[in-house]
């Protein structure tokens, strides 16, 4: 019979202080669980979802709805890639290869750049690029590049050094020795984060119309200021379709990454 593995006690301290701060949550909140469960809270939301329940297929609307969701994916295709670029470019000096002066400042710009929501991000560029998908765009390609110069940067430290250091030991220069032995190792694990992250920007690309940066959200938005519910449903199923074919492609891309 196996022995039974011991428990540290740095484990159980952070096991009861993540209870403590649940907790402690739950206090320090003012949640009103009665009026959530209250007969008028229930009354109204089934009044609201009701609506919802016919969707506007007519044709001049089903052309509006295609319009949107191509700007909803070309802001997330654009946004994606550029943030891929621009991390690439970062995940270099950040994971040491250019010293280690700019390890710790390159890092701290990463970290500033996914810090900012991309709702944040939108907010300010609509004040300089205006209202519409160049504004949304910028502002995924700056929270993503955060996210993915990071994600590149541990990749890459992550990855075995004796192929690089056996290259450079051979005469091989810095640059041959990254391009045949760190990238190679790297590259599936970087195009996976990068898709992954694609998958959320399709999400995030939808909500930023909200604000006014273009397509399915901000279709959504006008509609339901207007409590034009039946273009608001299609504007919703528009968007689940949208990212269930997304999250389909995604998936069936990286497991053929993987064979």
Known sequence: MPARPAISWSTVALLLGLVLLAAASFISLPLNWKALASLEAIRTTKEFL??????????????KLATGTAETLAMSALGTLLAALAGLL??????????PAARLPVRM??????????????????????????AGTLALALHTAGVLGRLFADAMENTPALPETSLRLNGASSLAAFLY????????????????????????AAVLGVVGAGGLGQMLKYHLSLFQMPQAASVIVAMLLMVAAVDGVSFWMRRGMMR
């Open 109 to 134: 710009v990463l970290n500033v750049f996914r810090s900012i929501p991309e709702l944040v991000w939108a907010s300010m560029l609509l004040i300089a690029a205006g209202l519409g998908p160049f």
């Open 181 to 204: 032995a760190v990238l190679p190792q790297a590259a599936p694990q970087m195009l996976s984060y990068t898709l992954y992250r694609w998958e959320n920007n399709i999400r995030a």
């Open 90 to 99: 970062l995940a270099l000096p950040a994971s040491g290869r250019a010293g």
């Open 50 to 63: 009701l609506g919802f329940a016919r969707l506007d297929t007519s044709a001049g609307f089903l052309r």
